[in-house]
């Protein structure tokens, strides 16, 4: 059973450009969240996703957007990239979105912005 | 967010227990109590919950006070490869996301 899996494993990009990345859920869930990791520091919920809607939001600003498709899957869209989006983008999906549900991450992005 | 508070760092020696502290004196009554831990160049991985009472799963044990303004994740036989940092985090019952902190850098000598 292939466990939460994301894609690319790292990317390049300039400041100004448009980045999008992609989530594959475990097998069995339907509730995948973004967060992103600087370096030296903890994850940073950024949104999370359930019946293809944005259920709840952190604080991040509207350059970030997201999307689920029927199969679960998600994608993460950061516009107009700014240095400081340089980051670890994780992906985590659960069985539902209940804070019971423990949360499964994948190995995350890596994006250098430069 | 409730806030939780963790020693920025602890040692251990191979095969023996490891038991780190957390406290969250302003927890609510419908908050759950997460631990999640992040290997070197991983994503984060859940270890175990609780709400009130104290859990045992196979990788670690919950001790919750019984105010529950802290909690105690055991270690009982820490190995190499629990070398890791662990995250102690309150998640209302309503609340969909994790609120991670610093959490604890725990180290395991051979």
């Known amino acids: 059973d292939a466990g939460v899996t994301q894609s690319p494993t790292h990317l390049i990009k300039t400041r100004g450009q448009q980045v999008t990345l992609r989530c594959s859920p475990k097998?069995?869930?339907?509730?995948v969240s973004w967060y992103q990791q600087a370096l030296g520091q903890g994850p940073q919920f950024i949104f999370q996703y359930y019946e293809e809607e944005e259920r709840q939001r952190g604080n991040f600003p509207d350059r970030f957007s997201g999307h689920q498709f029927p199969n679960y899957s998600s994608e993460l869209n950061v516009n107009a990239l700014l240095l400081g989006d340089s980051a670890l983008y994780l992906c985590?999906?659960?069985?539902?979105?209940?804070?019971?549900?423990?949360?499964?991450f994948g190995p995350g992005t890596r994006l250098t912005v430069l | 967010d409730a806030k939780t508070t963790q020693p920025n760092s602890m040692e251990s020696n191979e095969e023996e227990p490891v038991h780190l502290p957390c406290n969250h004196s302003?927890?609510?009554?419908?908050?759950?109590i997460h631990w999640y831990r992040q290997l070197p160049s991983q994503g984060p991985e859940y270890v175990i919950h609780g709400l009130t009472s104290n859990v045992n799963n196979r990788m670690a044990s919950l001790a919750i006070a019984e105010d529950r303004k802290s909690s105690t994740l055991i270690l009982h036989r820490a190995t190499l490869r629990d070398a890791a940092v662990y995250y102690c985090?309150?998640?209302?019952?309503?609340?969909?996301?994790?609120?991670f902190g610093a959490g604890t850098t725990v180290t395991v000598r051979a």
């Open positions: 985590a999906s659960s069985p539902g979105p209940q804070a019971y549900n423990e949360q499964f």
């Open positions: 097998s069995g869930h339907d509730t």
């Open positions: 302003t927890i609510s009554g419908t908050d759950y």
């Open positions: 985090i309150l998640r209302d019952s309503n609340d969909y996301k994790l609120s």
